[in-house]
């Protein structure tokens, strides 16, 4: 197989649960058109050598599996996606997966992003005249923003750079009066903190200068809130109805779920927490620094003075449930893992995104449909008969059943109201040649 870039896949793979790994592997990467290498690297065979992974971090002794799913049926901005998810929590792939169908009969997720901005801050103390500080740093800002391009000339050549300065007085801290220099930057496809990091390493000794003071702290801020990245959902409320309820119904339902998110964090932290289920499994197979991610979407969900939920969902006029998402993006194509680990190249070729901002928007999107699935099932049925069902195949699996025998073992114990891995031995024992009868 040779690689294409220019096709996007469709990402409606029917009966995707239903096949083996091989076989999903095998439609996957027929779809995205992924070279042999590429496919072998997300089955997780032979992905990371041992001095690679030695090189990554310090004091390796081995490495830790998760598993890689991808998530189907999402359409973003009109194109089609496979969105690799690499994540232990059942459910969240298939959940991403069902609501991707249902946004998809509703003509997909519309999103946007910021320009790849980050911000740096340089901490000053010692300065007793601290306005005047400010107003010297600001008149000195095109020679520092000058100075702080002077490096990098890959980043000026692609259109990147700093761009301009901010600065913040506090002039009551614990530590005393501080001016804060924020080094506004653009870093094009990376996500940028080695970028930042050292133009804020480099402009210290000139902020010391011109300030009279003492730099202490020199490091980017997670809080990439000129970096956000936005997916928008319209749904005919038909398109939402249950077994049992009226699509009308489920659409309130989870505009009531979403106002509670926003007036009570309390509830805003478990919503969030669902959102991130989509986020972060997509951020980590990308190979990119989930904890920045989380980081970030943590403190601008908390940015008014009150942590809220990210997202909003909202009756339109007509009827249609409209939900939305915006929240910092913070991720790379370039740079890290998402160079060095060969399973984050793979996993970015199958999404086959041209940019760093292009992921940014269908990972929310994820984030968004994920969001969708968790109030859709509160505001409904719960969440328990479907995550305990998925859960089933995971005891099934503790219980020692494989291949037909999991699902077979799993929507038993669901039916008997007893998911333990006993009643899942006891099954398996019962099969004639089941795994039960070989212990
Ligand atoms: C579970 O991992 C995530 C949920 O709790 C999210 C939510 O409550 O919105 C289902």
Redesign the pocket.
């Known amino acids: 197989m040779t690689e294409d870039t220019s096709r996007a896949p469709n990402s409606r793979i029917p009966n995707m649960r239903s096949m083996t790994p091989e076989e999903r592997l095998q439609a996957v990467s027929a779809e995205a058109a992924l070279s042999n290498d590429d496919a072998r690297v997300l089955s997780g065979r032979d992905v990371l050598p041992p001095a690679l992974a030695d090189g990554m971090i310090e004091n390796v002794i081995g490495k830790f599996e998760l598993p890689m799913g991808v998530a189907t049926n999402f359409t973003v901005n009109g194109r089609d996606y496979l969105v690799p998810m690499a994540v232990e ?1 059942p459910s ?1 792939v298939a959940a991403a997966s069902y609501m991707a169908r249902i946004a998809r009969d509703n003509g997909g997720f519309q999103a946007s992003s910021d320009r790849p901005v980050m911000r740096a801050q340089i901490q000053v103390l010692g300065v007793g005249d601290t306005a005047g500080a400010r107003h010297r740093i600001l008149q000195n800002a095109e020679a520092l923003i000058a100075l702080a391009n002077s490096r990098d000339k890959v980043l000026i050549g692609l259109g990147g750079g700093c761009k301009d300065i901010e600065v913040h007085v506090f002039d009551d801290t614990p530590a005393g009066p501080m001016v804060v220099l924020h080094l506004i930057v653009d870093v094009r496809d990376a996500m940028g903190a080695n970028t930042v990091n050292t133009m804020a390493e480099m402009l210290a000794p000139e902020v010391e200068k011109i300030t009279g003071g003492k730099v202490r702290l020199r490091i980017l801020s997670n809080l990439a809130d000129l970096r956000l990245a936005r997916a928008r959902v319209e749904l005919r409320p038909d398109t939402l109805s249950t077994d049992t309820l009226e699509g009308a119904e489920v659409a309130r339902g989870m505009v009531e ?1 979403s106002a509670l ?1 926003i007036v009570d964090p309390y ?1 805003a932290a ?2 969030n ?3 991130m ?1 989509g986020i972060d499994p997509v951020v980590i197979a990308t190979g990119n620094d989930w904890r920045a991610i989380e980081a970030g979407a943590h403190a601008f969900a908390a940015r008014s003075g009150r942590y809220t939920s990210l997202t909003r969902w909202e009756l339109a006029g007509d009827g249609r449930l409209v939900g939305t998402i915006e929240l910092p993006m913070a991720l790379g194509l370039v740079g890290g893992a998402t160079k060095t680990h060969p399973a984050a190249q793979a996993a970015l070729r199958l999404m086959k995104v041209q940019s760093a901002s292009e992921l940014a928007q269908v990972t929310a999107a994820v984030g968004l449909a994920q ?1 969708m699935a ?2 859709r ?2 505001a409904t049925e719960g ?1 328990q008969r479907g ?1 305990m069902a998925l859960h089933a195949r995971n005891i099934a699996i503790t219980a020692g059943a494989s291949g037909a025998d999991i699902d077979r073992v799993a929507r038993a114990i669901v039916a008997a109201g007893d998911i333990s891995v006993d009643a899942a031995r006891a099954l398996l024992a019962d099969t004639p040649g089941g795994a039960g009868n070989d212990v």
Do not use: D, F, P, S
């Open positions: 929590e969240v779920a998110a509830r478990t919503h927490k669902g959102i289920n969001n968790a109030i099932a509160l969440i995550h």
